[in-house]
């Protein structure tokens, strides 16, 4: 990641024991939990006390490719899932309560310290320690999932007529075979559209061997492996899922040790994700240019998915102005000095490509972006500074991307 969570020479706070859930309030569909509780622990909580799927309260929106995250991650990320028409998690956010850097705990929410509720989410910790948070929920219900394959020109059209008919979630995963003349071009588009049917009694579901059999191919024969993986999702369509665990899915947080044994090597790699955002009619030109660039040797694309998003009118630093496309490449990154450099400028140059297009980048992920990026992506980004500033003098909250990013 960007370097958010950690600190040097700082005490980092391990929230994971802060999983408690303290109110489920049935009546207003909002539920109050403690900072450090994890997706799977709220949803093993209200599944207990709901037996009905249809009809009983549910999640709107979580991160997909990874579960084990808290609540208080995803405030401070103000992340966002694949909802259709949905604005990033601020929106689902009723109130919290944050500890300030001289102890003082304040209740927050949009009509009681307004101005820290706009600052906490998203804040990446600066602004306090988020002790707990109420969530707004949905209701759950099962949804249909819909595959075809399309291309890129094709995305948010069809994404617009889906929506109109119905249909809640969705995103587009794109071929990453960078020798095909489809490479960023053409992909898997599924939805998921509410329905009174129930899950079908075999539903083919990702195994872990499976997940890391499709992760290696797309190490080495990109080609085999995004045909092979579009012919399991295609093999999906019609199947259905209960709207709380939709967005829940394999991630085995060692796969890049499984990796290096399977190929036999002893170079370290991981994946590390990017996401830039872009205005809707300018998403085909982004994409033709961002190929041109990923083309190049070094750090190929192992994976990618385009969603939407609605505009966070709330948050002090919000990372989407208005409606978005959102592009997220996850690109191998090899941890040797040689190998980096041609990572860190794909990852600028994808900036640049966005910031062209009138677009921006998620300040999650890493910290690659030069200072020019970061202020013309953020251009509040020097009264949030003076923000933090008055609110904390001391730095008393502070973590790496902080520390880089206010001393340049
Ligand atoms: C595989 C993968 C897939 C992902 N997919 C998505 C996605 O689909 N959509 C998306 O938006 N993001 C996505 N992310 C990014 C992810 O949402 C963020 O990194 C998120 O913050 C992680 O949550 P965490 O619980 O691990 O938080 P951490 O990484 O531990 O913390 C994140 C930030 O929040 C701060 N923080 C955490 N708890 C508190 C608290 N209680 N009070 C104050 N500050 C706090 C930390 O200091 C840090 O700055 C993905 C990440 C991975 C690794």
């Known amino acids: 990641m960007g370097g958010q ?191 009174d049917a129930t899950p079908h009694q075999v539903q083919r579901n990702l195994s872990d061997q499976e997940w890391l059999a499709f992760l290696e191919l797309a190490h080495t024969n990109r080609k085999a492996g995004y045909e092979k993986y579009r012919a399991f999702y295609l093999s999906t369509d019609g199947q259905i899922y209960d709207s709380d665990l939709h967005a829940f899915g394999v991630y085995l947080s060692d796969y890049s040790r499984h990796l290096a044994s399977r190929l036999r090597t002893s170079r370290l790699s991981t994946l590390m994700i990017t996401e830039l955002f872009v205005p809707m009619a300018a998403f085909p030109d982004f994409m033709a240019t961002a190929a041109e660039l990923l083309r190049k040797p070094g750090a190929p694309v192992i994976y990618g998915t385009v969603r939407t998003i609605e505009a966070d009118r709330e948050t002090f630093l919000p990372w989407a102005r208005t409606r978005m496309a959102c592009i997220i490449f996850n690109l191998q990154m090899i941890h040797e000095p040689a190998e980096l450099g041609g990572a860190i400028n794909k990852f600028r140059g994808l900036i640049e490509l966005a910031i062209v297009c009138g677009g921006t980048y998620y300040l999650t992920y890493h910290r690659y972006a030069t200072d020019q990026q970061l202020r013309t992506c953020y251009p509040e980004f020097d009264l949030w500074l003076k923000e933090k500033r008055e609110r904390d003098p001391e730095n008393k909250f502070a973590n790496d991307w902080f520390r880089a990013v206010a001393h340049r």
């Open 5 to 195: 969570p950690y600190g040097a020479e700082t005490l980092c706070l391990d929230t994971t024991k802060l999983a408690h859930v303290l109110d489920f309030d049935t009546r207003a569909g909002t539920v109050t939990v403690e900072c450090g509780i994890t997706w799977e622990q709220l949803i093993r909580f209200l599944h207990a006390k709901q037996e009905r799927v249809t009809g009983s309260w549910g999640i709107r929106q979580k991160q997909t490719g990874a579960d084990d995250l808290t609540l208080g991650g995803a405030l401070s990320a103000n992340i966002h899932g694949r909802g259709l028409s949905y604005a990033p998690f601020v929106q689902d956010i009723a109130s919290l309560r944050v500890i300030q850097p001289a102890g003082q705990i304040l209740h927050c929410s949009r009509e009681s310290n307004a101005a820290l509720f706009r600052l906490a989410i998203g804040g990446y910790g600066l602004f306090g320690f988020v002790t707990e948070l109420t969530l707004r929920l949905r209701s759950r219900c099962y949804l249909r999932r819909h595959v075809q394959s399309i291309s890129s020109a094709e995305v948010f059209p069809v994404f617009e007529s889906l929506a109109a008919e119905g249909h809640e979630y969705g995103d587009y995963q794109f071929n990453v075979d960078e020798n095909s003349s489809d490479f960023l071009r053409a992909g898997i588009l599924a939805t998921y559209c509410p329905t």
